[in-house]
């Protein structure tokens, strides 16, 4: 089986020279408010920053930024928490990581 990632996050089969959706398994997470590429993006795009902007004001590596938007990890643990908090407020959460 070969599988292609799409630009908008999408995993499709890839079978004589055709693209089929793969849907996603029962175990799979769903991309909700605190976690999820698309969550991830959303958050990054409403606060109108870059993935390297935002990952700059987060602390983080760009690449965890662009693995955590195109679904190859997810956040956990503290990330996913500031993550949740950046959803209700990114200003202040800015605002802080800023000073420290």
Not at 14 to 38: I, K, M, T, Y
């Amino acid at each position: 089986m070969r599988l292609r990632l799409k630009a908008d996050g999408r995993i499709v089969e890839l079978r004589d020279g055709q693209e089929f959706p793969v849907q996603p398994s029962v175990n799979a997470a769903p991309a909700d408010a605190d976690s999820g590429p698309l969550a991830v993006r959303d958050l990054r795009r409403r606060a109108c920053l870059t993935q390297m902007e935002f990952a700059a004001k987060l602390g983080v590596p760009v690449e965890t930024i662009r693995n955590w938007e195109q679904g190859k990890r997810a956040p956990r643990g503290p990330a996913r928490a500031l993550l949740a908090v950046i959803a209700h407020a990114p200003d202040t959460v800015f605002q802080a990581l800023a000073k420290a």
